[in-house]
T-cell receptor, first 115, second 113 residues
Framework: AQSVTQLDSQVPVFEEAPVELRCNYS??????LFWYVQYPNQGLQLLLK??????LVKGINGFEAEFNKSQTSFHLRKPSVHISDTAEYFC?????????????FGKGTKLTVNP | DAGVIQSPRHEVTEMGQEVTLRCKPI?????LFWYRQTMMRGLELLIY????????DSGMPEDRFSAKMPNASFSTLKIQPSEPRDSAVYFC???????????FGAGTRLSVL
């Protein structure tokens, strides 16, 4: 069974600092990878996705992620964060060959951006 | 499009009562997912449908939970009888295809007293 590990449950940073949220997955087959963001009292929304092609993926709000197959990682980065980036971020994986449309989500990383 | 619409946004009920959560997916989306989110267990998939047919209900915690999708524009998640441990935020999401891009509703916050 697939699993997703988000190594940090909480990440505090100062405004305008860079940030990296780490995500590792376990799968021996090709995968689709996603980052979703959840703002307080809201549902999740898609931040970016890797389906195929370039391993560097750009998403909304200045975020990007790099797919590293050898390290089975999909870390999320932003060079300069804003207060409004405070939210919980979820990494998710789906194996397209598996026959299931289920996404497997990590436990989430709470990003807090301080002034 | 208005997005995925869930109702009610908040539900407070007493143990033993029946609870029905509702979801209207985005028009044209073939997949509908029900999730539960708690601090302890994170985001759990309960059940998902494809073209109104339940495909995988292995995440449904027990027989007290049931879900239906009578047509392409409506789904319900029912808990009968409810228990305090069912307190959580329940999300509905829909997807246009199998790639995994899901659109979430705002959720229903359920409190069972």
């Amino acid at each position: 069974a697939q699993s997703v590990t988000q190594l940090d449950s909480q990440v505090p940073v100062f405004e305008e600092a860079p940030v990296e949220l780490r995500c590792n997955y376990s799968s021996s087959v090709s995968v689709y990878l996603f980052w979703y963001v959840q703002y307080p009292n809201q549902g999740l929304q898609l931040l970016l996705k890797y389906l195929s092609g370039s391993t560097l993926v750009k998403g909304i709000n200045g975020f990007e992620a790099e797919f590293n197959k050898s390290q089975t990682s999909f870390h999320l980065r932003k060079p300069s964060v804003h207060i409004s980036d405070t939210a919980e971020y979820f990494c998710a994986v789906r194996a397209p060959q598996g026959g299931s449309e289920k996404l497997v989500f990590g436990k989430g990383t709470k990003l807090t951006v301080n002034p | 499009d208005a997005g995925v619409i869930q109702s009610p946004r908040h539900e407070v009920t007493e143990m033993g009562q029946e609870v029905t959560l509702r979801c209207k997916p985005i028009s044209g989306h073939d997949y509908l997912f029900w999730y539960r989110q708690t601090m302890m267990r994170g985001l759990e998939l309960l059940i998902y449908f494809n073209n109104n047919v339940p495909i995988d209900d292995s995440g449904m915690p027990e027989d007290r939970f049931s879900a239906k999708m009578p047509n392409a524009s409506f789904s319900t998640l029912k808990i009968q009888p409810s228990e305090p441990r069912d307190s959580a935020v329940y999300f509905c999401a829909s997807s246009p295809d199998r790639r995994g891009i899901q659109y979430f509703g705002a959720g229903t916050r359920l409190s069972v007293l």
